[in-house]
């Protein structure tokens, strides 16, 4: 990958990985996957959040991959994908995506675990494209329309050290992202920094819509949800979740744990996600 991060965790799991590089006739799709090639492990797909790559899910596809066959994607604009021409969020991946998916993994109806805007995408293409999913699992996603107030989050000024930077990347994974500030080191600092960087697609803007309330009556797969207690995203609103996502079959959550919770409490995560699957 050429980034020069100081966790183990990343070259440990990148160690144990195959590169998967598709071309399409708008770039490139990089998948990373753990597991056997050929075992008769079940598939599982995982798909990061806004701002990231395979790495949001660095704590979790070594324990998976014991399991289960891992298929990280890194999303068209995120990490080492392109980025479609004109693409600026996941609405417009969707007919991306399901290329993909067809290129990557045929006609397979698939269980999905989406984070954040990884799992938004996934229920745009879960109900554009129903027999392409047969189980999604929904974790800490936005377009329910439940935002409240904007997050106290900084921003990059013209000018700043190194170390500024970094500040600013502790502060503003504290504001959305972990709840524990203890469980940001600069190893997790590393990682945000290098996936912030690569983040090609930031003229999001159905985030804050209820795009996905309206997605949901066109899913078919069976559907649930992870949440993390503290995710800042829904701070005043965790319990309104299950009420407008009327389609979810179960909603878990794991209590102290911020918006990336596979990465703050990834235990928990798994004894949950392992229990749906």
């Known amino acids: 990958m050429g980034l020069a991060f100081r966790m183990n965790p990343v070259s440990h799991a990148l160690a144990a990985a195959r590169r998967i590089e598709h071309h399409h006739d708008w770039g490139r799709a990089v998948w990373h996957v753990w597991g056997e090639q050929g075992s008769p492990r079940p598939r599982l797909v995982l798909l990061h959040g806004g701002s990231g790559s395979w790495t949001h899910w660095v704590r979790n596809v070594l324990p998976l991959s014991r399991t289960h066959e891992i298929w990280a994607l890194d999303l068209p604009g995120f990490g080492d994908s392109d980025v479609p021409p004109g693409a600026t969020d996941a609405d417009d991946l969707v007919p991306v995506f399901d290329d993909i998916l ?6 397979e109806a698939l269980t999905v675990v989406g984070f954040s805007f990884g799992g938004m995408t996934a229920g745009l293409l879960a109900a554009h494209h129903p027999s392409r999913i047969a189980k999604l699992v929904l974790v800490g996603v936005p377009g329910l329309g439940l935002f409240g107030k904007d997050l106290p989050m900084r921003g990059m000024q013209a000018g700043m050290s190194e170390a500024q930077q970094r500040e600013v990347h502790r502060f503003n994974l504290h504001a959305m992202m972990i709840a524990n500030p203890n469980v940001i080191d600069d190893a997790l600092i590393d990682l945000q920094q290098a996936n912030v960087a690569r983040d090609r697609l930031r003229r999001r ?6 795009v996905l309330l309206r997605a949901q009556p ?3 797969c069976e559907v649930h949800g992870i949440w993390g207690g503290r995710d800042a995203l829904y701070a005043n609103t965790l319990e309104q979740v299950p009420r407008v996502l009327h389609r979810l079959k179960s909603f878990h959550v794991v209590e102290g744990a911020g918006h990336w919770v596979q990465y703050e409490a990834p235990e928990a995560f798994h004894q949950v996600l392992l229990s749906l699957l």
């Open 205 to 210: 803007r159905i985030a804050r819509t209820d």
């Open 218 to 220: 066109h899913w078919q």
């Open 102 to 107: 067809s290129q990557a993994l045929g006609d």
